[in-house]
């Protein structure tokens, strides 16, 4: 057996295996992250909601927590914007918790789809979507967990992620209505989608589900606190509430892994290494596993829709922290807890 570098106990993760970075220093490593990225202003807030496009877009804020419970936070970390596919994620943990993992699969894959969030495709094998992270698998999704009546399954939505934030979330309609006014493409995949009789005859009620998670509004504290309580086996380890059945979520970080960046999903899992989600609001969520959750909110995109600075933050960071899943280094919260 090959001997395994390990750091001494008490000191420090490091990011390329010689430099040792305490908790302390976390806070430091944020504040650089945005000082050296805060006034890049490649990409365009998303319009195609309109209401979207409303958003602030030199807004840039960066929070970290570790699962026991140290939060780090930098520049408009408290801005609220709407979640957007960053509930994919959750609401197929949600999926996984109410049907099990084997009625799921009938409806979703698995499979990276190599496209766009906004594929009007289904795999041809399944006749189902590619995956729970694209739109096509997401409106699946909504039509598994929605209720009847539809309100029902929204406010069950709003519930568990406020339990995940650690605190009471809302939905912003207005974002909603302008979704909901200008959503034919996700109409025309919902559509699709009953034909191949992967969502039921109430394909309106799962549209509407699915645009009000969409619609949820959060901040990056709110982002890397739902992180963390994924990376801490379900449980937010601010409350200390049982929040998500730990059994599922390896199935929604390794969606996250695979898919999470849709075309960019390749790129991501090579430079940062991570499950992580984005959202055409903005915002990236990170999670590495037993340690720690992120949340970036900038809303300039690039083309893929993902956030620019974000996704400049994440790499950095990921790099500094020795946070990706592959590095030697990455060795588990019990070092990070002992270094205060
Ligand atoms: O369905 C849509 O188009 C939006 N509600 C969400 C898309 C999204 O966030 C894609 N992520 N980068």
């Known amino acids: 057996m090959l001997n395994t570098p390990s750091p001494p106990k008490g000191e420090a993760i490091s990011s390329n295996g010689s430099s040792p970075v305490h908790l302390r220093q976390i806070q430091e490593i944020l504040e650089a992250t945005h000082e050296k990225y805060k006034n890049v202003d490649d990409g365009k807030v998303a319009t195609y909601?309109?209401?979207?496009?409303?958003?602030?877009?030199?807004?840039?804020?960066?929070?970290?927590?570790?699962?026991?419970?140290?939060?780090?936070?930098?520049?408009?970390?408290?801005?609220?914007?709407?979640?957007?596919s960053m509930c994919k994620p959750f609401a197929f943990l949600m999926a996984?918790?109410?049907?099990?993992?084997?009625?799921?699969r009938k409806h979703v894959g698995v499979e990276p789809s190599g496209d766009a969030f906004n594929s009007i495709e289904l795999d041809a094998k399944t006749s189902c979507p590619f995956n729970p992270?694209?739109?096509?698998?997401?409106?699946?999704?909504?039509?598994?967990?929605?209720?009847?009546?539809?309100?029902?399954?929204?406010?069950?939505?709003?519930?568990?992620?406020?339990?995940?934030?650690?605190?009471?979330?809302r939905i912003d309609y207005s974002v909603m209505n302008s979704e909901t006014l200008t959503g034919n493409r996700n109409r025309a995949i919902a559509y699709l989608l009953r034909n191949f009789e992967v969502v039921d005859e109430h394909v309106d009620e799962a549209l509407r589900q699915y645009f009000a998670q969409c619609s949820l509004?959060?901040?990056?504290?709110?982002?890397?606190?739902?992180?963390?309580?994924?990376a801490n086996m379900g449980a937010n380890p601010r409350t200390g509430n049982p929040v998500f059945d730990f059994q599922y979520i390896k199935y929604v970080?390794?969606?996250?892994?695979?898919?999470?960046?849709?075309?960019?999903?390749?790129?991501?899992?090579?430079?940062?290494?991570?499950?992580?989600?984005?959202?055409?609001?903005?915002?990236?969520?990170?999670?590495?596993?037993?340690?720690?959750?992120?949340?970036?909110?900038?809303?300039?995109?690039?083309?893929?829709g993902n956030s620019v600075r974000g996704i400049l933050a994440c790499k950095d960071l990921a790099s500094e922290l020795g946070l990706h899943a592959f590095e030697f280094t990455n060795v588990g919260s019990h070092f990070m807890q002992s270094m205060l």
């Open 217 to 230: 509004l959060v901040n990056c504290e709110d982002m890397a606190m739902m992180a963390v309580t994924l």
């Open 96 to 104: 996984l918790e109410q049907r099990g993992p084997a009625e799921v």
């Open 49 to 84: 909601i309109p209401e979207l496009g409303k958003a602030n877009p030199n807004h840039f804020g960066i929070c970290l927590v570790t699962v026991d419970g140290h939060v780090f936070r930098v520049g408009d970390w408290d801005k609220e914007f709407t979640i957007q």
């Open 253 to 304: 970080l390794t969606v996250m892994f695979t898919c999470g960046l849709y075309d960019y999903a390749g790129g991501w899992a090579y430079e940062v290494g991570l499950p992580a989600k984005s959202g055409v609001s903005g915002g990236i969520f990170g999670v590495v596993n037993r340690q720690l959750g992120i949340g970036v909110y900038s809303p300039r995109l690039d083309t893929q």
């Open 133 to 169: 992270m694209i739109n096509a698998g997401a409106i699946a999704v909504a039509s598994l967990i929605k209720k009847s009546p539809v309100e029902a399954g929204i406010q069950a939505f709003v519930d568990q992620m406020s339990e995940a934030a650690g605190r009471n979330l």
